[in-house]
């Protein structure tokens, strides 16, 4: 079993920052791959970005140059940090874990608020 916990979401003003973090908890190998996917009122839930442990990444084409993850094995926490935020950015942004890197998500944090302001 794996838990996920979030921090970092918040209120931000257009083109400023932010950086979310995900400690996880239990499985090793269910951790192998963490990242990040975010929802919108009345839309479905989208990919942002992953990493493995190795170091592997996949962004999604519509953050790519703005956004960056990272992870810190020792602490099992991922990190998305997001620069030049837009309105289309906000969303609950959620963490997930799975073993096998492009696989869809295993375990879901709870999620956190994004809102970026025009």
């Known amino acids: 079993q794996v838990q996920l916990v979030e921090s970092g979401g918040g209120l931000v003003q257009a083109g400023g920052s932010l950086r979310l973090s995900c400690a996880g908890s239990?499985?090793?190998?269910?951790?192998?791959?963490m990242g990040w996917y975010r929802q919108a009122p009345g839309k479905q839930r989208d990919f942002v970005a992953d990493?493995?442990?190795?170091?592997?990444?996949n962004i999604a084409d519509s953050v790519k140059g703005r956004f960056t993850i990272s992870r810190d094995n020792g602490k099992n926490t991922v990190y998305l940090q997001m620069n030049s935020l837009k309105p289309e950015d906000s969303a609950v942004y959620y963490c997930?874990?799975?073993?096998?890197?492009?696989?869809?998500?295993?375990?879901w944090g709870q999620g956190t608020q994004v809102t970026v302001s025009s």
């Open positions: 997930f874990s799975v073993l096998r890197h492009g696989s869809y998500p295993q375990y």
């Open positions: 239990g499985s090793i190998f269910s951790t192998n791959t």
């Open positions: 990493i493995t442990r190795g170091g592997s990444q």
